[in-house]
């Protein structure tokens, strides 16, 4: 990622016209939104009887859609537990199931700021790490806390160091 950033902003800071060029940082993004989805679960309420699956889903039901879940599913991502952000390859992309990957959600009700969300979290990444390396604070525990959305349980505490 480093070595994108460098390659593509030069010394000047990124700006919405570097985000195609930034290819690599955005699947540093996807790969993250995968592992640690900021929401971690949706709700639908079936309008309807339905079935979905072969499970008869009553009118009322509510039904409890995880992306964490999905995304950790080995037959969908191959050891779901590695941070891998070369897993994202055009092809993979075609292979995957419609709704493997949600973190915005889906239908019509998914996310409207998607766009923007991507547009500003890869600029943040460019940004910072064309100056800042990050690492980890040794000994520091990660732990997650579900609530509405997923959070670190005890922040994410890392140490700078300039590039
Ligand atoms: C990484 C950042 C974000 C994530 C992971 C995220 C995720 C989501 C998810 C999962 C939903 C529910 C979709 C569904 O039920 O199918 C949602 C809805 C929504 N999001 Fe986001 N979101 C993000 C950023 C934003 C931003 C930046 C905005 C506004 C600028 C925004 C505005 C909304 C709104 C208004 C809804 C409700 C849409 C509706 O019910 O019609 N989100 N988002």
């Not at 971690?40 to 409890?64: C, E, F, H, M, T």
Request: glycine share 6%.
């Amino acid at each position: 990622m480093h070595a994108e950033v460098d390659a593509v902003l030069g010394s000047h800071a990124p700006t919405y016209e570097d985000v195609p060029r930034l290819e690599y940082t955005t699947k540093v993004l996807t790969e993250s939104m995968r592992i640690y989805p900021p929401a971690w679960v949706l709700v639908r309420q079936a309008v309807n009887d339905s079935v979905i699956g072969g499970y008869l889903v009553p009118k009322g039901a509510d039904l409890v859609l995880s992306q964490y879940v999905t995304h950790h599913d080995p037959r969908l991502f191959p050891e779901p537990e590695r941070f891998d952000p070369d897993r994202w390859t055009p092809e993979m992309r075609r292979a995957l199931p419609k709704f493997a990957y949600f973190p915005f959600g889906g239908g019509a009700r998914s996310c409207v700021g998607e766009p923007f969300a991507w547009m500003e979290g890869v600029l943040l990444l460019a940004a910072i790490s064309s100056r800042w390396r990050m690492h980890h604070v040794k000994g520091r525990k990660v732990e997650m806390m579900p609530r509405i959305t997923l959070r670190p349980k005890y922040g994410m505490k890392m140490r700078l160091t300039r590039r």
